[in-house]
């Protein structure tokens, strides 16, 4: 039984298989399959072998699954027909607007050409008084946002479209005064008449056709509102206009410092009031109560006037309260001062201290090395012991206690070259000093005494001293021209020079008493033989 029944069920699930593949179309019937359900269902609770009721069991899923297609086949279906219904509904509202489009066709053929023509007439001669005019004209960019620029009118659209109510429409053609990216950039060529592309091939403007009713009015800058910080549009050399902020206004030269937005090494740059363009948000300040808005209006107005009166406050006080401990910028004194002309570009007031109200440190701070592998503990009882000197670890003060232990050393070689005695410096002391006139003779005496083979060697030791002298001479010279004058290098320089100096000239006065003696013994050998 359960065979035939089996035999009787596989070509039709097989069939209805085949028929749900190749058409959607169809509506089929799930009563059958739901009948044929029922007969497994009681076979099942019939039979009791397991080969057969597995079998059953696996009919049963087949007729299951069979159902649940089914259905949803169905569902398809009733969705495509309610698709086919709102496909029809469209179309007839497309059918009735197409007749009320018709109907709007014929009542405008009704408008007298008397009419049409006198409106074009009026229309003409308005817009041909436009041509010339400054205005503000909407620009879409390549990313889809619209914004307001200033243009000029240069020309009227030759042709003109009539709306529903019977009224002209037109537009003009106008160029961007104020461009900011190149599509916006006038061409230069067909200004002049000589671009040989049209408007859509040239990469430049030819101007932008706009509806008369889009165009708003032009504004004059005004620059008697330029103030820090204001934000401006600036004209740069390939004819674009950046957005900008306003560093400082010069209103007796008329021009503005302006930083840039854009990513630029020169983003602080002088402009002229003739090549920028303020931008001012008034907007935002009528959004409020009248009063609060005329104040805000006079408060920006009068930001120049505070400006100037907050600084000239600013350095009075600050004449009055400033008890340096130290020369102001006495650590440049090795600089070109870059460190101060940066605070002043920033608004810095020179003697006051840092911040708004100038209410800051105005010496700078020290820096402090502590001993290396010390604990803070052990660097504060190395304070104490020098009676809590402040500036025990400072590196200034470290660094001007090394200077004047150089000094000190320095000094005191120098006094011990001074008393080192040599065969020089005897001849210095005993021949060429201002002495009396005994120890004059003394000096000759024992320079007599000296044999014509030790006064060559002391000659040429001599000429090879003041050759030498003259070389660290020309050195100290150079290192005098690298150095600015004033500076301590420079100083110290300058005395080793004069001390080089004199002692050059003590060694030609040596190099002259000692070829005197030479001639006169050379004379007295000649003499004798004679």
């Not at 109510?165 to 061409?187: D, I, S, Y």
């Amino acid at each position: 039984v359960l065979l035939s029944i089996f035999i009787c069920l596989l070509p039709k699930i097989k069939k209805f298989s085949f028929n749900l593949n190749i058409s959607s179309k169809m509506d089929i019937n799930t009563s059958e399959y739901e009948s044929q359900l029922q007969i497994v269902e009681q076979s099942l609770a019939v039979t009791e072998n397991q080969e057969e009721r597995l079998a059953l069991n696996g009919l049963k899923a087949d007729i299951l699954e069979l159902i649940a297609l089914t259905k949803q086949t169905n569902a398809e279906q009733s969705s495509n027909n309610h698709d086919g219904c709102n496909f029809e509904e469209e179309l007839e509202r497309f059918k009735s607007e197409m007749i009320q489009l018709d109907n709007v066709q014929s009542n405008v053929q009704e408008v007298p050409e008397e009419n049409i023509d006198e409106q074009l007439t009026k229309l003409r001669v308005k817009l041909d008084n436009m041509v010339g005019q400054k205005c503000t004209a909407p620009h879409e960019h390549t990313w889809g946002a619209i914004s307001y620029h200033n243009a000029i009118v240069c020309g009227i659209e030759d042709t003109a479209n009539m709306d529903s109510n019977g009224q002209l429409k037109a537009r003009l053609r106008v160029l961007f005064t104020n461009p900011t990216h190149r599509e916006m950039l006038p061409c230069s060529f067909y200004l002049e008449g000589d671009c040989r592309f049209d408007d859509a091939q040239c990469h430049y403007s030819h101007g932008e056709l706009i509806d008369v009713e889009k165009l708003g009015e032009y504004t004059e800058p005004d620059f008697a509102r330029l103030a820090r910080n204001c934000v401006v549009l600036a004209k740069l050399p390939n004819r674009l206009w950046y957005k900008g902020r306003v560093l400082c206004a010069n209103f007796i030269d008329q021009s503005c410092r302006v930083r840039l937005d854009k990513k630029d090494e020169q983003r602080e740059r002088d402009f002229p009031f003739e090549d920028l363009l303020p931008i001012f948000h008034d907007d935002d300040l009528s959004s409020g109560s009248s009063s609060e808005s005329s104040t805000k209006l006079g408060e920006l107005e009068d930001s120049g006037d505070i400006e100037n009166i907050r600084r000239v406050n600013l350095i009075e006080q600050r004449l009055f309260e400033y008890k340096p401990t130290q020369q102001l910028g006495e650590w440049e004194k090795h600089t070109r001062g870059i460190a101060s002309k940066i605070m002043a570009k920033m608004g810095y007031v020179h003697g006051s201290g840092l911040g708004s109200d100038g209410s800051g440190i105005v010496i700078p701070v020290t820096a402090q090395i502590l001993p290396q592998g010390c604990s803070l503990d052990h660097c504060m009882e190395l304070r104490e012991a020098a009676n809590g000197d402040k500036d025990f670890f400072s590196v200034e003060k470290k660094l001007q206690r090394q200077k004047k232990k150089l000094e000190k050393i320095n000094a005191k070689s120098y006094e011990r070259e001074l008393q080192r005695t040599d065969v020089f410096s005897f001849i210095n002391d005993n021949i060429l000093g201002g002495g009396s006139e005994v120890r004059k003779a003394v000096k000759s005496v024992t320079l007599s005494n000296e044999t014509t083979k030790s006064l060559n060697v002391a000659s040429v030791r001599i000429s090879d001293d003041i050759r030498r002298k003259e070389r660290e001479i020309a050195k100290l010279r150079q290192s005098m021209d690298r150095n600015s004058v004033g500076s301590d290098l420079y100083k110290r320089t300058q005395q080793q020079l004069q001390i080089k100096a004199q002692e050059l000239k003590a060694l030609q006065k040596e190099e002259t008493i000692l070829s005197k003696e030479q001639v006169s013994r050379k004379t007295k050998d000649k003499l004798c033989v004679f």
